[in-house]
């Protein structure tokens, strides 16, 4: 596609279920980031992939939060037994590299979660 | 560890003027880049300007500039000709080369734009 694409854009879970996130980077970006926005507030880093490796898996929040990336290509985000405090926008960037201009994130339009 | 702060909540403009967006930020490096991101009601957060610390020259896209003060580490956005479309929020962010993946971004600054 021709920007990052994230699946679904809202989803409402009660407390206690798993959910997962999708983003579908931009073809041949081989960097992928996640963030968390909470409402009204700026992005907390995640976790960021480049090809399918995780160096940096320090931002998530709990073991209960999980990312996985296949084929250097689509990524899933996972949160298990999930909270109330996860309620969030989360969104997904893709850039070309780690280096230089490379590294200019290209942001999907978020998933919006939802927890009762 | 880098922190970016933006200090204006709330901005507002009358279409067709001029507002500046303040960022500061510490840091201890001396390479870095800065960036500043547009986040309309649509949630797609949009790269509006990017600048490396090492370059003097003031980054500009457009109607956008920026006012790069590497000593007192202030980086703030300039909107000309503001248009309504510019209502967004406004974040800053810092990357590090030596922190591949990780930008730290800024709790961002809600401009609205007054026909």
């Known amino acids: 596609g021709a920007g990052v694409s994230q699946s679904p854009s809202n989803k409402v879970t009660e407390k206690g279920k798993d959910v997962e996130l999708r983003c579908d980077p931009i073809s041949g970006h081989t960097a992928l980031y996640w963030y968390r926005q909470s409402l009204g507030q700026g992005l907390e880093f995640l976790i960021y992939f480049q090809g399918n490796s995780a160096p940096d898996k320090s931002g998530l929040p709990s073991d209960r939060f999980s990312a996985e990336r296949t084929g250097g290509s689509v990524s899933t985000l996972t949160i298990q037994r999930t909270q109330q405090e996860d309620s969030a926008v989360y969104l997904c960037?893709?850039?070309?590299?780690?280096?230089?201009?490379?590294?200019?994130?290209?942001f999907g339009p978020g998933t919006r979660l939802t927890v009762l | 560890a880098q922190t970016v702060t933006q200090s204006q909540p709330e901005m507002s403009v009358q279409e067709a003027e001029t507002v500046t967006l303040s960022c500061t930020y510490d840091t201890s490096e001396s390479d870095y880049y800065l960036f500043w991101y547009k986040q309309p009601p649509s949630r797609q957060m949009i790269l509006v300007i990017r600048q490396e610390a090492y370059k003097q020259q003031n980054a500009t896209e457009n109607r956008f500039s920026v006012n790069f003060q590497k000593a007192a580490k202030s980086f703030s956005l300039k909107i000309s000709d503001s248009q309504l479309g510019d209502a967004a929020m406004y974040f800053c962010a810092y990357r590090s080369p030596g922190r591949a993946g990780k930008s730290t971004f800024g709790d961002g600054t809600t401009l609205t734009v007054k026909p």
């Open positions: 960037a893709s850039s070309l590299g780690l280096a230089g201009v490379q590294d200019t994130q290209y």
